[in-house]
């Protein structure tokens, strides 16, 4: 793997014009040196990307999830992930189109961006899970950079630094509205990965796995329908107005709902069954969920 830790260090590696600050810049795709059969297995850097590009004839694998950037899309990559290419060499030239920002933490010092950059669920998710825009959200997008380009290659002064900023975060806020849009207008993909999660829950809780294993991580339950946990939350909240982690203790309180209303067993053995070690714990979780206590939910159905 080969890690760059300055920007400079990667427009040195692209054969590409010194970067106009050292903190930060944006190049166009168009102007880099085509991919080679010899390129570095993977990638990382210690800054920000953002990108909006066409790639073909390059297959590329971000994480463990290979993607095709033969459609126009915009990812974003936090400092440290990590991005592998493989060229397929039997294809012709690489025909590539689009920007490219790069944003080194140490640009966004002492800013209100700093604090709130990681806030954007966005930076955590995987490349397949990349922003794909209609032609007017490419244009709003296009534009933005257009004014970050033009500010990044005029003279720098006191003021340089803000304005980019601030049309940086402007790019931010765009992408995530449109983001929402997309969890939105991909309807029927959305609800298949809420009819998946419904099953792989039904039928965690429905064998043993609860005893065996405790509880699933909202990381076991991503990874089971081939999603980043970011992606995921980010989806189910558009879509149900929850969490995933509020998916598994809805479905949670669902089985001990069904075992307190259907069943003999104690409320002890029902704790245990449920993967709790202590009756106070449940009792303590169910109350919170319902405001009814164990035993009084089940006084209900007697």
């Not at 590009?53 to 694998?61: D, E, F, I, L, P």
């Not at 640009?107 to 990349?130: C, M, R």
């Amino acid at each position: 793997m080969k890690h760059f830790k300055t920007i400079s260090e990667f427009h040195q590696f692209r054969d590409l014009p010194k970067p106009q600050h050292p903190l930060m810049s944006i190049i166009n795709v168009a102007n880099v040196t085509h991919l080679s059969a010899d390129e570095p297995k993977a990638l990382s850097f210690d800054f920000y990307t953002v990108a909006i590009k066409r790639v073909q004839n390059a297959k590329v694998k971000y994480g463990q999830q290979p993607f095709d950037f033969n459609e126009g899309i915009m990812s974003f990559m936090s400092p440290n992930q990590v991005i592998s290419i493989a060229v397929d060499n039997k294809a012709e030239a690489l025909i590539q189109s689009g920007w490219v920002i790069y944003i080194h933490p140490d640009f966004l010092w002492n800013t209100p961006l700093a604090k709130t950059i990681k806030q954007y669920d966005f930076w955590s998710y995987s490349l397949h899970e990349a922003l794909f825009l209609s032609d007017k959200e490419e244009a709003i997008i296009n534009s933005i950079i257009q004014n970050i380009e033009q500010e990044y290659q005029a003279n720098i002064d006191k003021f340089s630094k803000q304005i980019i900023i601030s049309q940086i975060e402007t790019l931010l806020n765009y992408a995530e509205r449109f983001y929402n849009r997309q969890f939105i207008t991909r309807e029927k993909s959305a609800h298949e990965i809420l009819e998946r999660l419904e099953a792989l829950l039904d039928n965690y809780f429905n064998n043993d796995n609860i005893v065996n294993k405790g509880l699933p991580t909202v990381q076991y339950i991503a990874e089971q329908l081939y999603l980043s946990p970011k992606y995921l939350s980010s989806l189910l909240r558009t879509l149900t107005g929850q969490n995933t982690q509020q998916h598994i203790h809805d479905k949670l309180i669902g089985k001990a709902k069904e075992k307190l209303s259907t069943t003999e067993l104690s409320v002890s053995e029902i704790a245990y069954a449920l993967g709790f070690e202590h009756l106070q714990s449940f009792s303590k979780f169910f109350k919170a969920k319902t405001n009814l206590s164990p035993l009084e939910f089940r006084q209900l159905f007697n």
